[in-house]
């Protein structure tokens, strides 16, 4: 018992500052992609050191529930590719300690990481998201910091434009200055030209001081109107003058209440009760509709019946109404009269229907979002462990440590999860797909992954192995050698021809049988051949009986029946094995296209050489008897 906790605290210490490590890596990664998705929001505003730390606290918090996973994915490959790659992890199997019971502390340490990562999605991020575009807000609304360039119009003050020929970096001086003032409006607007210029900002900083040095000033008399295109205006030649601007360079916080009021601000608790709310004020809505229905007098109807708002059914009976005949009885003067009414009746009614529907659509809209939150506070934990049950097995059947590989197949992995999940999410917001549809979609399909990794790894599977592959493709698609027999130089016993004539004759029954099946098979459609399936059974035994039949006949001394073993063809029985024995899998296997096509032309092709290789068995069996006899 002491020895697995060793084991266990040896695990741990190896995960631990890989996770830490990889954690923070990922997190700097993801604060960085966070920075060039908002530099032009942030660059040229004048910020401080404090509000940009700030920002980015927030933003790195914000961040944690995309690191999370990721991290934990490249952290238990890296964990078991090191160990599997330090023959550490084989030692262990070899002790027989299976790989579930190695994972086994990792196993809790991620459940307790998983149900720290639920609160802290449930209880801090409404916060922490609150926080963050609060600030982000507050950073949009500020105004930019005053940096006017050179040989360019600066319009970042309100009301103005602003052009400046050359700067003095020294003394701050503006040189030939072009100023074009709109405040007014465009058509009281002013123009100033000077040669030079400064400008302060008060100690308040609510203010532009601009001293303006010999210069002139040109703008139109305010209040003239005229007919002509000569339009008053008013020149003034100046030594010194100087303009007072309001310009709001101070970073205000804006109130983060209203973002409390949205989805992003709430718990699973409060997100409960705004989606009853706003269900039961669609129902209000639905039930007011209802009532507008009802109190419309049906034409030509004796018993209108339509639910009620409790869903029950009631009626209301009318007197039938002819509406033609009391058209045709009114006068032609009260006529339009009547229509332009009936118009507007059924044009106002429309529009309040059309107003319904729009706030019942809006309502749907804010009950899906509250949805997608709800759902998102569960997904992070369980993707934290999905990802630990695809890392730890795919780094124990890779056996490849460091940050190569790994890495690799878990930026792979992550993207494949990333592009799934914004999917799935873009579906539950737009409204095609239901809300725990779209949110759950990516665990749905690395589920099954993670299953398989593990079970695979767990049983030391090869499935990553290269030279696995490349022999089976080698049996299914390479050209069948000739069968190499060694004829032995010394006879210890003489072949048993009683047994080789039985083994002749169930050879004989099974492979007229196997002909017979594949002439039927020959025959039956696409669909047939895939339900009755393939007939592996038989064709192993018809080859054990041929090996058989060989392995005792070489122990004769005769020269002509060693060559006439030599005869018999190699059955390419693991050509033939590749069809699944269970329907359903077979079943679904012919239905995938066009992967089933490929497949059915391979077997027909495999079931065209077994006939020949049949027949070669048969005549080899036949001229075998013979030598045997003679």
């Given at each position: ?161 602003i052009y400046v020929e050359k700067k ?268 725990w549809e779209g949110m759950w979609l ?64 169930e050879q004989n029954t099974l492979l ?119």
């Amino acid at each position: 018992m002491l020895r697995i906790k060793k084991l266990y605290l040896f695990v741990l210490k190896t995960f631990l500052p890989i996770f830490l490590m990889t954690f923070l890596i990922c997190l700097f990664i993801l604060l960085m992609q966070f920075l060039w998705k908002y530099v032009d929001e942030l660059v040229g505003k004048g910020l401080s050191i404090s509000v940009l730390s700030e920002l980015f606290f927030y933003a790195a918090l914000n961040m944690v529930p995309m690191a999370l996973p990721l991290s934990i994915l490249l952290a238990s490959l890296m964990t078991f590719g090191n160990l599997g790659e330090s023959l550490e992890l084989l030692a262990m199997k070899s002790a027989g300690i299976s790989l579930i019971r190695i994972m086994r502390s990792l196993i809790v340490t991620l459940i307790i990481i998983a149900i720290g990562s639920f609160y802290f999605q449930n209880d801090l991020m409404p916060k922490i998201q609150v926080k963050l575009w609060g600030l982000m807000l507050s950073v949009r609304q500020k105004s930019p910091e005053l940096d006017i360039p050179e040989r360019v119009f600066y319009d970042q003050i309100e009301g103005y434009n602003i052009y400046v020929e050359k700067k003095d970096p020294k003394t701050g001086t503006l040189k030939n200055v072009m100023i074009y003032d709109f405040s007014k409006g465009f058509q009281d607007a002013r123009v100033i030209a000077a040669d030079s210029a400064k400008i302060k900002m008060t100690e308040d900083k609510q203010f532009l001081v601009f001293s303006i040095f010999n210069g002139e000033s040109f703008e139109n008399l305010p209040g003239q109107k005229t007919m002509t295109l000569n339009i008053p205006y008013r020149r003034e030649t100046f030594a010194l003058k100087q303009i007072l601007i309001q310009f709001d360079a101070s970073f205000k916080r804006i109130d983060n209440s209203f973002l409390q009021n949205q989805y992003i601000g709430k718990d699973i608790t409060e997100l409960r009760k705004s989606i009853d709310s706003m269900e039961v004020k669609i129902d209000s809505i639905n039930r007011s509709n209802v009532k507008t229905a009802t109190n419309v007098t049906p034409l030509n109807t004796a018993n209108y019946q339509i639910g009620g708002p409790s869903d029950s059914t009631f009626t209301k009976t009318f007197t039938p109404i002819d509406i033609d005949s009391l058209y045709a009885e009114t006068d032609n003067s009260n006529k339009n009269s009547v229509l332009n009414r009936a118009v507007s009746t059924a044009e106002a009614t429309r529009q309040e229907l059309e107003f319904k529907a729009y706030s019942i659509e809006a309502q749907e809209g804010t009950i899906n979002r509250h949805y997608i939150e709800w759902h998102k506070k569960f997904t992070l934990s369980f993707a934290c462990l999905i990802f630990f049950f695809i890392g730890a097995p795919l780094g124990a059947i890779i056996r490849k440590g460091g940050l190569g590989l790994p890495v690799v197949l878990s930026v792979f992995l992550f993207i494949f999860y990333y592009i799934i999940d914004n999917t799935g999410y873009k579906m539950a917001r737009d409204g095609k797909w239901p809300a725990w549809e779209g949110m759950w979609l990516s665990s749905f399909v690395l589920l099954p992954l993670g299953t398989f990794l593990t079970f695979k790894s767990a049983r030391d599977s090869v499935i990553l192995n290269s030279d696995t592959y490349l022999l089976f493709i080698k049996k299914i698609f390479v050209k069948r050698g000739r069968r190499s027999l060694i004829r032995k130089e010394l006879v210890m016993f003489n072949p048993d021809l009683e047994k080789v004539f039985q083994l002749l004759g169930e050879q004989n029954t099974l492979l007229n049988d196997l002909v017979k099946s594949f002439a039927h098979k020959r025959k039956v459609g696409y669909l047939s051949f895939w339900e009755e399936g393939s007939h592996t059974d038989q064709l192993l035994l018809a080859n054990q009986l041929m090996e058989a039949i060989i392995e005792e006949m070489n122990n004769s001394n005769d020269q002509h029946i060693y060559f006439k073993l030599m005869e018999y063809p190699v059955l390419p029985v693991e050509r033939y094995n590749i069809i699944p024995k269970q329907k359903w899998i077979r079943m679904t296997l012919g239905y995938i296209f066009p992967i089933g096509i490929l497949f059915y032309i391979y077997m027909k092709i495999q079931q065209k050489q077994l006939l020949n290789d049949f027949e070669t068995i048969t005549r080899v069996n036949q001229e075998l008897s013979n030598l045997i006899k003679n």
